[in-house]
């Protein structure tokens, strides 16, 4: 199978595409011939630790190597493709199967053909979606409910400051947000001011426009998608009991997360959103019922990979980059 292989730090020019052995599933895993994948901030990150702060980067090479990655590997955080072999005790899923989901940091959706384990956060694709618009919905989704469901506890009538919303996982917060009935701002630029609109974003903030830090309303929930302000900034924003949740964050946040929950308060949480079948079950029903829906801002074949990494990692994009796989 075609694949394409990380094995150096650097541009993205440096990825090769190549011919490597196709995967075969052991006991309780599926085989998926991969039509879809995007490129992420959680790729960026694994390939060349893009997103990453510089507090939390030697922490993040002893991860995945020094100098260079510990080992070659294919990335690839999320994939969409059909079931073509199940391996023994295989019970949730069967050959012929129309499946989206996330591969988390085991990657490998870069690639035509890849193994998942069944109980990995796999889920049936809504058979409404195309392959590029089911791929586009798993990584944000996953990441945005984490955040707000989980560490957030969003509540119906909480007021929430989106801030990086027009990204993908700002686009999935929005709708989420939306779905658990709180009262949502949206912070981004003024090209993507309708799109917040027309995901169900209350109010829109052009950040362009002025200083969003500086206004009078107060909210129950900030989430800072892209790392754009900081607690103390924004504390003045927060409710007594707010909470301020950041996708990007520091060694001085992380010790902040533990101070302000011993202390109660105003508090900053951030963490790691690990994959979860339960969760990826919730977002594949909200994508069926058009209550979730992709964002997508362009997409490259598998062969231009490079082009997708570099369109991520400028740092604006809109929504997803989309791969598709070709299959002769």
Request: with cysteine; proline share 4%.
């Amino acid at each position: 199978m075609r694949a394409i292989l990380h094995a150096r730090y650097g541009s993205p020019d440096l990825l090769r595409f190549e011919e490597v052995a196709m995967p075969v599933p052991r006991d309780k895993e599926v085989l998926i011939r991969v039509h879809a994948t995007t490129v992420s901030t959680g790729d960026c990150n694994m390939r060349n630790f893009t997103f990453v702060t510089s507090s939390m980067l030697p922490m993040a090479k002893l991860m995945f190597g020094i100098g260079k990655p510990w080992k070659e590997r294919i990335l690839g955080t999320e994939l969409a493709g059909e079931i073509v072999e199940a391996g023994k005790d295989v019970e949730r899923f069967k050959s012929g199967d129309q499946v989206f989901g996330s591969t988390g940091m085991s990657g490998g959706g870069h690639a035509q053909y890849a193994c998942l384990p069944e109980n990995a956060a796999l889920a049936m694709k809504p058979a409404s979606l195309s392959w590029e618009e089911a791929v586009a919905i798993p990584f944000g989704a996953n990441a945005a409910l984490y955040y707000l469901r989980e560490l957030g506890k969003t509540q119906a009538g909480h007021k929430l400051l989106i801030i990086g919303a027009s990204g993908s996982i700002g686009s999935a917060a929005v709708q989420l947000a939306k779905h658990l009935a709180a009262t949502v701002t949206a912070v981004c630029s003024g090209a993507n001011v309708e799109l917040m609109k027309s995901l169900g974003a209350d109010t829109v903030i052009d950040y362009t426009k002025g200083d969003f830090t500086k206004n009078a309303e107060t909210y129950d929930l900030i989430f800072d998608v892209v790392g754009a302000t900081t607690f103390d900034r924004c504390k003045h924003l927060l409710e007594p009991q707010g909470i301020f949740l950041s996708c990007i964050m520091g060694l001085d946040d992380v010790a902040r997360s533990l101070w302000t929950t011993f202390i109660g308060g105003k508090k900053i949480r951030g963490g790691v959103a690990i994959n979860s079948p339960e969760r990826m079950a919730f977002i594949a029903g909200l994508a069926a019922s058009g209550k979730l829906k992709p964002v997508i801002d362009r997409s490259y074949p598998l062969k231009q990979i490079a082009q997708a990494f570099k369109q991520v990692e400028r740092g604006h994009k809109k929504g997803n980059v989309v791969v598709t796989v070709e299959h002769p």
